[in-house]
């Protein structure tokens, strides 16, 4: 039965994903067990909260929310120890994170999700996952190879093509990244594809004549369709932390993004990145990734991820 091995697989991400926190959780997690091991309410405690929610990366906007927050709730008396306030902490967080929706949109023929990001982020590798990940939901993917600045770019897209067994269509390098796109989606049409995954070149968010580049791949698809391309999804290195929230800003503003996909969350510091990531820029986060491995990418879920960022123990 398809449900069962599928519950298993997820189980084993996240605890993959929990996992390769740890090395990066070390130093906050040791203050958080601290922090919420200690018997009282008092001033110290909401400073040292307040200071290890931003070593996480919480980010200060977010962190300080939470915090006022949590201290409006114990001046309530609704909060009666550290212990209390982490749980209302969890919840409070997952409800927030609960509200957004994260669902990847696939609704076209084909769908067209368009991949961004600045240079060395992830891109080609979360598409080359992403593909594997939709063939494994039954989907028909086709990546096409946007990215034309160089040879090497194009022949690395191939390779994951071939590691998850889908179509690609390719250009010579130097080619019109717009032609591809379009090519693409003529293609999937014809081979009965249902999918098309967009690799583009990394670009600085500074570069506008690239991003100006962005806009027409953009126009290209929704000459085609004009509720194309479906998703606009933003790539983003979790080791740079707080940092990538302005990169994407520029991206959101120039061409539109419906979601975020945080790569190499495995051994980041910064995991909690993806806390203030999204409320800074009102865009949900759809996938992360923990890894160079086929399957080292899944969907994002709040509850799992809340779980691993503030757990207090080891993994087993
Ligand atoms: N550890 C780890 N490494 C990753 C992850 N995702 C990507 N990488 C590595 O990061 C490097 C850059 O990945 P690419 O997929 O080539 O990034 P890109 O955004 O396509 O790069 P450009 O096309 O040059 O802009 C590669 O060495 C990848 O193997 C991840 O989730 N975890
Ligand atoms: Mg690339």
């Known amino acids: 039965m398809p449900a069962e091995p599928e519950t298993t697989e997820k189980q084993g991400f996240w605890k993959r994903f929990s996992k390769s926190l740890e090395s990066g959780r070390q130093a906050y997690v040791a203050d958080l067990k601290e922090v919420f091991g200690r018997p009282a309410l008092d001033a110290a405690f909401w400073d040292d909260l307040e200071a290890t929610l931003i070593a996480a990366d919480v980010g200060v906007p977010t962190t300080e929310r939470v915090v006022e927050d949590l201290r409006r709730e114990a001046a309530g008396a609704h909060l009666r120890s550290p212990g209390q306030a982490l749980t209302y902490l969890k919840a409070a967080l997952e409800k927030q994170m609960g509200s957004r929706p994260r669902g990847i949109n696939?609704?076209?023929?084909?769908?067209?999700?368009?991949?961004?990001?600045?240079?060395?982020?992830?891109?080609?590798?979360?598409?080359?996952?992403?593909?594997?990940?939709?063939?494994?939901?039954?989907?028909?993917?086709?990546?096409?190879?946007?990215?034309?600045?160089?040879?090497?770019?194009?022949?690395?897209?191939?390779?994951?093509?071939?590691?998850?067994?889908?179509?690609?269509?390719?250009?010579?390098?130097?080619?019109?990244?717009?032609?591809?796109?379009?090519?693409?989606?003529?293609?999937?049409?014809?081979?009965?594809a249902d999918t098309v995954i967009i690799d583009t070149a990394g670009r600085l968010h500074t570069r506008t004549d690239l991003m100006e580049e962005l806009k027409k791949v953009r126009r290209v698809l929704q000459r085609l369709d004009q509720r194309s391309p479906q998703e606009v999804l933003a790539v983003l290195d979790a080791h740079i932390g707080q940092n990538s929230a302005q990169q994407v800003k520029v991206f959101q503003q120039a061409i539109g993004l419906t979601g975020l996909a945080v790569t190499k969350m495995d051994g980041s510091a910064k995991a909690g990145v993806v806390l203030s990531i999204e409320e800074d820029l009102a865009v949900p986060v759809k996938l992360v990734g923990i890894g160079e491995g086929l399957d080292d990418l899944d969907r994002f879920d709040p509850g799992q991820y809340l779980d691993a960022l503030l757990r207090m123990e080891e993994s087993p």
């Open 106 to 192: 696939l609704e076209g023929s084909p769908a067209v999700v368009l991949v961004v990001g600045v240079n060395g982020s992830g891109k080609t590798t979360t598409i080359g996952k992403l593909a594997y990940l939709l063939r494994r939901e039954g989907r028909h993917p086709l990546l096409a190879a946007a990215d034309t600045y160089r040879a090497a770019a194009i022949e690395q897209l191939q390779l994951w093509a071939q590691r998850a067994q889908v179509d690609i269509v390719a250009h010579q390098p130097g080619s019109d990244p717009g032609a591809v796109a379009f090519d693409a989606v003529q293609a999937a049409r014809g081979r009965g």
